[in-house]
């Protein structure tokens, strides 16, 4: 595992598309019990290093109820996101993930993880790569619908303030599902 992480931090796959340089950022070990499957790092994280180290990181670990001391302990956690580079700034937001990144490395990683327990599908790109045809036409449907995926992947919008107006529009997010989630990842005993 450790020869693949040092191979992943010096991709330099999409060197040419990223505007502040190749900085893979994430975190496995063969013993992580849950995989958090995100977007790519924003411009805080690329910075840091350090993964969801940023507000939606904040607010994901606020839905998980976990510390970041459990969040950080790749024993416990993996956080691979689809991209694992900054892809830099659009109109709206980040731009989406580069698309080099999680066929070229998430199965290899994924085969040296063999005690996931469950895998959390975070925003529209892991959701699209992961479910393909089983995702639903929206996200509000799939996450919705998150049942259905289960027992291996939980399916969230992304946490990012950014949907704080999806937040208000669909009050049965973190009444009713957030609290499923955190019963779930506590009976995992990370």
């Not at 019990?33 to 670990?61: C, E, F, M, Y």
């Not at 469950?118 to 089983?134: D, E, I, S």
């Amino acid at each position: 595992m450790q020869e693949l992480i040092q191979k992943i931090k010096q991709c330099q796959i999409c060197q040419g598309h990223l505007p502040l340089g190749p900085n893979p950022v994430f975190t496995a070990s063969t013993k992580s019990k849950l995989v958090i499957i995100g977007q790519a790092p924003g411009r805080i994280v690329h910075q840091t290093g350090i993964p969801w180290n940023d507000k939606s990181g904040d607010r994901l670990r606020d839905w998980l109820d976990m510390d970041r001391s459990t969040f950080y302990d790749t024993n416990k956690v993996a956080l691979v996101p689809m991209g694992f580079c900054y892809p830099g700034t659009g109109k709206s937001g980040d731009l989406p993930p580069r698309k080099e990144c999680a066929p070229e490395w998430h199965e290899l990683l994924f085969e040296q993880m063999p005690d996931v327990q469950l895998t959390l599908l975070v925003g529209a790109y892991a959701q699209r790569y992961y479910l393909q045809k089983k995702r639903l036409k929206t996200l509000t449907e799939t996450v919705e619908n998150f049942n259905a995926y289960l027992p291996q992947f939980f399916v969230l919008p992304h946490p990012s303030p950014r949907n704080n107006i999806w937040l208000k529009k669909n009050p049965w997010f973190e009444r009713d599902l957030v609290p499923e989630l955190k019963a779930i990842v506590k009976a995992m005993q990370l």
